[in-house]
């Protein structure tokens, strides 16, 4: 089955409201990482977080490695938000192999 | 903010033909990866390396090889392409392994006709 799963599948928002995104996981995971792939296709990484709490800019993600599971909170979106978010694990131990998520589609409407 | 450099940006290969998809990183990561992402698949690891000299399989590494001559240079080659192996392909460098961030590249279309 799948290791990673991501919900909701798609979310749609008006411009200033927030968004949680959540990721669920099937084995221990030594490593977590969220993802953000703009609509042209680039990837870029946003944060690590094997466990806890991290904070950058509008992002606050929480893992509970114990509960296999990992948010995504975005405070106040914007359109430029937009995209698709994809969480990651790292189901060995520490091995650098990421298995992902098939991530949830965010859309901000202005 | 390291850089991951792909080329070919898109392919058009025959089947049965030979594809070489090259990769560049200048952050001096160890690890480098390649991906492919195709819908209702998400992303997929088919290789991968610890460093120059090094390759590893990924999960899904039947009909590809990979080559890692130097710490800045990983590439992918399909000897003998097949329309199933039409995708977008990524590639990265990092060390996840060591709570590091992943960095990728801007991805590589390739269409198998």
């Known amino acids: 089955g799948q290791q990673v799963q991501q919900s909701p599948s798609s979310l749609v928002l008006q411009e200033g409201e927030n968004a949680e995104l959540q990721c669920n996981f099937s084995s221990t995971a030594t490593q977590l990482q969220w993802f953000y792939q703009s609509p042209g296709g680039s990837l870029v990484s946003l944060l690590s977080?094997?466990?806890g709490t991290k904070h950058t800019g509008r992002l606050t993600s929480t893992t509970v490695t114990k509960e296999r599971r990992s948010s995504l909170h975005i405070s106040s979106s914007q359109t430029t938000d937009s995209g698709t978010y994809l969480c990651?694990?790292?189901?060995?131990?520490?091995?650098?192999?990421?298995?992902f998520g098939h991530g949830t589609i965010l859309r901000v409407h202005p | 903010e390291a850089a991951v450099t792909q080329s070919p940006r898109n392919k058009v290969a025959v089947t049965g033909g030979k594809v070489t998809l090259s990769c560049n990183q200048t952050?001096?990561?160890?690890?480098m990866y390649w991906y492919r992402q195709d819908t209702g698949h998400g992303l997929r690891l088919i290789h991968y390396?610890?460093?120059?000299?090094?390759?590893e399989k990924g999960d899904i590494p039947d009909g590809y090889k990979a080559s890692r001559p130097s710490q800045e240079n990983f590439s992918l080659i399909l000897e003998l392409a097949t329309p199933s192996q039409t995708s977008v392909y990524f590639c990265?460098?990092?060390?996840?392994?060591?709570?590091?961030?992943?960095?990728f590249g801007h991805g590589t279309k390739l269409s198998v006709l």
């Open positions: 977080n094997p466990s």
């Open positions: 990265a460098s990092g060390d996840p392994g060591s709570n590091e961030r992943l960095f």
């Open positions: 390396s610890y460093g120059a000299g090094s390759t």
């Open positions: 952050n001096n990561h160890n690890n």
């Open positions: 990651a694990i790292d189901p060995g131990a520490n091995t650098g192999k990421l298995t």
